[in-house]
């Protein structure tokens, strides 16, 4: 679902759906007791892979020690 472009929103109501379905009494308490977290882990790991960075981002930063030449091949390699 999550590479389909789901909002987290939709994600996350998905999840409670499922989780209402279980019956077992231990596995609630495990639910209510580490939900809260793993979404919150969840939400800023989600937050996190939300980053686009381009080629030309990468040059001016990480790359900036290329020469033009240089910058030029990486570029026709990537088309």
Not at 47 to 61: A, M, V, W
Not at 63 to 73: A, G, H, P
């Amino acid at each position: 679902m999550k590479d389909s472009g789901v909002s987290y929103e939709e994600l996350s109501a998905k999840v409670d759906d499922l989780l209402k379905l279980v019956t077992d009494e231990d596995k609630k308490k495990t639910i209510d007791e580490y939900g809260p977290s793993c979404r919150r882990i969840y939400g800023d790991r989600l937050k996190q892979g939300n980053h686009e960075h381009t080629l030309e981002e990468y040059f001016q930063t990480h790359l900036s020690w290329l020469t033009n030449t240089q910058k030029d091949e990486l570029k026709q390699m990537k088309k």
